[in-house]
């Protein structure tokens, strides 16, 4: 629920009413390129790799994300009003992905993520286990997730009903509002553990140097360690337009930790990556220090001393996102204190 705060009397504050896309003469299509352009933010990469995403004329899910078991949940992303169908096409794509066998998902991820390597090792850089999971243990269950505009009592319903029956489909509504005769959309992001996900509206980001999908990205990225960027690749490279010109911005080296600290010194830029136009974007930085890979053991800011100094379990698996200054603070310190030997 959305609610305009009334100062004076509180008591009296007006709910914001729901609208729907069609009292904007907003299209299927414009949702569709909307909430594409948001994966980072829909889906939580804390919690789950993506390996898949929908092709034109292609019968496949919006979406195909593995979590840390192995577990594989399909996604189903309604541009329009939710109603019983969508959990029929999430079933129907659960009964073509569910039987995919991890040489099968392998080739996915290669050809739809540009997955570099083998999709095990990547899965375990990804979520920093100790040991990757054995390919029996991919796709060993399914869960289902519908991202819709809002629900209704029926939608509801087979879900409960389907829940009894041991399928476990997960509803994700998005609402549309009209705030002084203009749309706002508003979503949540989804993680299969339930937590809490708190927003951080600071100027201060990190970004992954994306090693989990391809290995030698952060090179480009910390460039002759003065000047370098900050990029994010293919379906995730959206995430980058979050950036203000003048952020810091911290690179994040999965496994190893905080590599470098730069000033974005101008807004988002496309780039062709491996020959596909305008599939990297990027803003570049002035770095303020940066870490050559040689030394990187030494000096990288590594996520348990980040979590050790604010008493916290944060993870750093995400595209981009922001943090908080008390963080941004403590990654300064510990690497000063490592340069200070």
Request: hydrophobic content about 35%; charged content about 30%.
């Amino acid at each position: 629920m959305l609610y305009k705060l009334d100062k004076d009397q509180p008591e009296k504050s007006v709910r914001i009413k729901i609208n729907s896309p069609s009292d904007f003469d907003i299209h299927e299509k414009d949702i569709e390129v909307f909430l594409m352009s948001r994966l980072s933010e829909i889906v939580s990469e804390d919690h789950l790799m993506l390996i898949g995403q929908e092709r034109r004329w292609q019968e496949e899910a919006d979406l195909l994300a593995l979590d840390q078991t192995g577990r594989l949940h399909i996604f189903e992303l309604k541009r329009w009003k939710s109603n019983t169908e969508n959990i029929l096409q999430v079933m129907r794509y659960g009964q073509i992905f569910g039987r995919y066998a991890y040489e099968e998902l392998q080739r996915l991820a290669g050809r739809q993520m540009k997955l570099d390597g083998s999709l095990r090792r990547s899965h375990q850089k990804h979520f920093e286990l100790d040991d990757p999971l054995d390919e029996s243990e991919f796709n060993h269950d399914q869960e289902f997730v519908l991202v819709t505009n809002g629900l209704d009592a029926d939608t509801i319903s087979a879900v409960e009903y389907w829940a009894k029956k041991g399928i476990k489909i997960t509803c994700s509504p998005y609402r549309i509002y009209d705030i002084n005769g203009e749309p706002y959309i508003q979503f949540d992001t989804y993680n299969p553990d339930g937590d809490v996900i708190l927003e951080t509206d600071t100027q201060y980001f990190i970004v992954n140097t994306n090693h989990t999908y391809m290995e030698s990205a952060w090179a480009s990225m910390l460039g002759n360690l003065e000047e370098g960027r900050a990029s994010a690749y293919y379906d995730r490279k959206y995430a980058i337009c979050n950036i203000p010109k003048k952020s810091t911005v911290y690179l994040y080296h999965t496994g190893t930790g905080v590599i470098a600290k730069g000033i974005a010194t101008d807004f988002y830029r496309t780039a062709d990556y491996d020959d596909d136009a305008d599939e990297e974007y990027y803003v570049p930085l002035n770095f303020s220090w940066a870490v050559d890979q040689a030394n990187w053991n030494e000096y990288a800011v590594c996520a348990w001393e980040i979590n050790a100094a604010l008493d916290a379990g944060h993870r750093f698996r995400q595209t981009v996102f922001s943090v908080s200054h008390e963080m941004a603070e403590a990654i300064d310190a510990i690497f000063l204190e490592k340069q200070q030997g």
